[in-house]
Structure formats: structure tokens, C-alpha cells
């Protein structure tokens, strides 16, 4: 069963840093591209960033550029987002999502909060 | 970038109706188009790839249809556990992957 588990969401002031982290199971994990969306309460998704299956590719929406850095880690079956210089606009469910190979997401985690505030 | 505009952004039906979504993008995406359906509290899911594959383990009273800047998603007989939100996204300006604003559908 394809399982997908974020965890390091939480409490951070603007400006501060986080980690997220996202465990992935039940599939060969070098085999896809993969995926951070999020969602601000009450609002719609965003496509925040991508990684390629062997990190040669890396990509990241306006909002983000420069402040986040999506990583995976093969060996460990892991995905990652580093996010920098948060702001009160960051704050949102992040999802990790694996990429079909047509562009769609077809298994997502569960979200993990974040929440930018003083 | 190129903008999704769904139609209706809600809509309030009843168990058996038939519901048909629209999404319009600001440029031609040819079948760059997918659905997904998101529940409260919940992750959004796959239900359409390619505007109109259906993906594997989504009831086949889900279609999709169109191409190039007019997409539909078409409930055939609503269930009670269609009631959800329902978004479209354009996987043709890779990688950034829009999606629409999202329509609710509601119990009448």
C-alpha cells in the first residue's frame, strides 16, 4: 500500500525556519517525481515545488523561490522541504504528492500544519 | 502563468442528480487537465488524468471531457459521498501546475 507521511509542521515566528519531511512507503520511491502542494485555510491548493526522481531537476512556484528548497533523500525514501524566511502567508497544510509521470497526483500525505505568527 | 477558472464556484444538488463542473484555462492546455476531489479535512484525489482518463479505483459515474480551453467534469448520479470540493489542474505549463479555484458541492 502506497503510504505517504509528512511530519514537521508547526508553530513558527515570521522570518523563522522549518523543516518539513515527508516518509514514503509501499513503492519504489526512485522511481517518481514528487511533490509539495499546499493549502492556506479555507483556500485552494497551490503547487509549491517539485524534484525530479533523481534530483536533477528542482523546481519551485514565485511565491517560494528562494526561500524553500525541496530535497529527497533515495536511500532513506524521503522528501524534504526546507523553508526559510517564512511569512504569515506561508501558513497552510503542506502535502506531499507523488507525480504519476503524466503530471498528476495520484497518492497524497495527509498534510502537516504550518503556521507563520508572531 | 496560466489561470484555471472553474464554474460554478458552488453548487447545491440533490442524491441521483447529474452535475457537470467546468473548468476554463487562459491559454490552450490541449488535454493537460486533471480532477480532483477533496473532502473535508482530507487530501484532494486523483479522479481524472489527461481530461479524461479515469484513474484506477474512481466509480465510473466520474467522467471528464474537453480540450483545449473547455473542460468538464460530469458527476452522472451524485452520491452522498460525492459531496466534496472539486478541483481542476493543468499539467501543460510544466512544472507550474495550476489549479482551479475550486467548486463545492453541497446538499440541496
Known amino acids: 500500500e502506497v503510504q505517504l507521511v509528512e511530519s514537521g509542521g508547526g508553530l513558527v515566528k515570521p522570518g523563522g525556519s522549518l523543516r518539513l519531511s515527508c516518509a514514503a512507503s509501499g513503492f519504489t520511491f526512485t522511481n517518481y517525481s514528487m511533490n509539495w502542494v499546499r493549502q492556506a485555510p479555507g483556500k485552494g491548493l497551490e503547487w509549491v515545488s517539485s524534484?525530479?526522481?533523481?534530483?536533477?531537476?528542482?523546481f519551485y512556484a514565485d511565491s517560494v523561490k528562494g526561500r524553500f528548497t525541496i530535497s529527497r533523500d533515495n536511500a532513506k525514501n524521503s522528501l524534504y522541504l526546507q523553508m526559510n524566511s517564512l511569512r504569515a502567508e506561508d501558513t497552510a497544510v503542506y502535502y506531499c504528492a507523488r507525480d504519476k509521470a503524466v503530471g498528476a497526483y495520484d497518492y497524497w500525505g495527509q498534510g502537516t500544519l504550518v503556521t507563520v505568527s508572531a | 502563468d496560466i489561470q484555471m477558472t472553474q464554474s460554478p464556484s458552488s453548487l447545491s444538488a440533490s442524491v441521483g442528480d447529474r452535475v457537470t463542473i467546468t473548468c476554463r484555462p487562459s491559454q490552450s492546455i490541449s488535454t493537460y487537465l486533471n480532477w480532483y476531489q477533496q473532502k473535508l479535512g482530507k487530501a484532494p484525489k486523483l479522479l481524472i488524468y489527461a481530461a479524461s482518463s479515469l484513474q484506477s479505483g474512481v466509480p465510473s459515474r466520474f467522467s471528464g471531457s474537453g480540450s483545449g480551453t473547455d473542460f468538464t467534469l460530469t458527476i452522472s448520479s451524485l452520491q452522498p459521498e460525492d459531496f466534496a470540493t472539486y478541483y481542476c489542474?493543468?499539467?501543460?505549463?510544466?512544472?507550474?501546475?495550476?489549479f482551479g479555484q475550486g467548486t463545492r458541492v453541497e446538499i440541496k
Open positions: 524534484i525530479s526522481s533523481r534530483s536533477s531537476y528542482l
Open positions: 489542474q493543468q499539467t501543460y505549463s510544466t512544472p507550474q501546475y495550476t
